[in-house]
């Protein structure tokens, strides 16, 4: 009499959601446990409980919230990109250093409008651009590249919503940079972004309906951040990557800029869809290691645009700890970067 359990059988993400598929079951949702499942009977009843992005969420939230230091896994195949890609975008999005309640600030005649303000929420932009060079830039709190491995991320999706037939090898401009000492505080209103004529950092140009793909380090300009290679830029590279011909279409693009600081500089990698368009190093003096604004632009051919699922986030490399403190599971010592400063440091930017 009563329930009984003939068998268990643990799979991986990837299994589960081939199983689903192959069952045609509907997912089901656990209100206690904040947990998916699904049931199915192929002559005997089944139960499947397992993770999603919405589960994710739920409990990296709690860890958010109760200031913990980071999150482990059981397996690093759980959490594997390819067996479990709902993990990472929602991980990167909670820890990002900046989120909907950041303030955007805008050049003269570019108006930003935001679907959120709320904290927490992910980046939804679309910006509106008159004619010239129009950019918008946020703060954050300064991550820094301090040891060798440190990494720090740049991604957003974008799309092109105005602009007809545009051909321009670097009409879309976005980067990271350190302020100086003088966070934005205002729009502009002129054509420089308030505050950011001393600035410096990584400066990227992308083809709109052309091919182009440039990385510069950008020096204090008078024309401010994302003005273009002036005589305090140093050229990085450039290339049209594995045949990046420009974001000549209205589609959605999902674009990463990655920093990982080496012995003796910062090495740039910038991805267009999953496909490396730009692979350089800055190893000549000056080289930037803290940064604490972001910045996107056009050049001279105005055109709208959308942003969204804009994060920052900060990745440091472990210093080796007393054996006490590592996690021996199975045989297996599982080592896990965390977020700078835990799995966020941050402050309100409005």
């Known amino acids: 009499g009563g329930n009984q359990v003939v068998d268990t059988t643990t799979l991986y993400l990837d299994g589960i959601t081939q199983l689903q598929q192959a069952q045609s079951a509907t997912e089901q949702w656990d209100a206690t446990s904040q947990t998916p499942f699904f049931t199915y009977n192929d002559g005997q009843s089944h139960q499947v409980w397992y993770e999603n992005a919405r589960s994710y969420r739920q409990k990296l939230k709690l860890a958010l919230n109760e200031g913990l230091q980071g999150v482990g896994a059981w397996s690093l195949r759980y959490t594997d990109r390819e067996a479990a890609p709902a993990f990472w975008p929602v991980y990167e999005s909670l820890t990002s250093h900046v989120d909907a309640g950041d303030r955007w600030y805008t050049t003269s005649d570019t108006t930003v409008t935001r679907a959120s303000t709320t904290v927490g929420d992910a980046v939804d932009l679309t910006v509106n651009n008159g004619s010239g060079l129009e950019r918008i830039g946020a703060n954050f709190d300064t991550l820094q590249l301090d040891d060798a491995g440190d990494r720090i991320s740049l991604k957003f999706d974008m799309k092109r919503l105005t602009g007809g037939s545009i051909s321009d090898s670097t ?121 604490n604004i972001v910045a996107f632009g056009i050049r001279e051919i105005a055109y709208d645009y959308w942003l969204g699922n804009v994060r920052v986030n900060a990745y440091t490399v472990p210093n080796p700890e007393p054996a006490s403190s590592m996690l021996l599971t199975a045989g297996m010592l599982v080592l896990a970067t965390r977020p700078a400063g835990g799995l966020r440091r941050r402050s309100r930017h409005r």
């Open 171 to 291: 009409g879309f401009r976005f980067g990271l940079y350190n302020n100086g000492g003088t966070p934005i505080t205002a729009d502009s209103t002129s054509g420089v972004l308030q505050n950011t004529t001393d600035d410096t950092g990584y400066f990227i140009e992308l083809g709109v309906g052309a091919a182009g793909a440039t990385a510069s380090r950008e020096g204090a300009e008078s024309n401010g951040i994302l003005a273009g290679p002036r005589t305090y830029n140093v050229a990085l590279g450039s290339g049209s990557g594995a045949g990046f011909a420009g974001f000549n279409d209205t589609d959605l693009h999902e674009v990463t800029l990655l920093l990982t600081r080496l012995t003796n500089g910062i090495h740039l990698i910038i991805e267009v869809d999953g496909v490396a368009v730009i692979d350089v190093s800055d190893t000549t003096s000056g080289y930037v290691t803290d940064l």
